[in-house]
Nanobody
Framework: QVQLLESGGGLVQPGDSLTLSCEFL????????AGWFRQAPESEREFVAS????????FYRESVKGRFTISRDNAKNTVYLQMNSLKSEDTAVYYC???????????????WGKGTLVTVSS
């Protein structure tokens, strides 16, 4: 059974940086699409970024392009989300996800992590 263990959330100030990590347990990570979604209070869960299981093509939602970087280390079964120039509107619970080779919507996801809270506030 696949398990996704997120870490790295916390409270930061606007303009700060934060890196989220997600360790994939219970299966073969190489070749599996991986991504991050987020959910702010009273909002729908939305796509943030993903990286293909085959190759290194990355996808981002428009509002994080140029600020966030997704990467993966197949040897460590881990996917990362480097977040720079954080804004208050980035405040949300961030969820790690794995599933189809290309992940862009919730229906592409097979497994979810439990989430890690990121709060951006002065």
């Amino acid at each position: 059974q696949v398990q996704l263990l997120e870490s790295g959330g916390g409270l930061v100030q606007p303009g700060d940086s934060l890196t989220l990590s997600c360790e994939f347990l219970g299966g073969t990570f190489s070749g599996v699409g991986a991504g991050w979604f987020r959910q702010a209070p009273e909002s729908e869960r939305e796509f943030v970024a993903s990286i293909r299981g085959i190759g290194t093509t990355r996808f981002y939602r428009e509002s994080v392009k140029g600020r966030f970087t997704i990467s993966r280390d197949n040897a460590k079964n881990t996917v990362y989300l480097q977040m720079n120039s954080l804004k208050s509107e980035d405040t949300a619970v961030y969820y790690c996800a794995v599933g189809r080779d290309i992940i862009s919507v919730r229906s592409d996801v097979d497994s979810w992590g439990k989430g890690t809270l990121v709060t951006v506030s002065s």
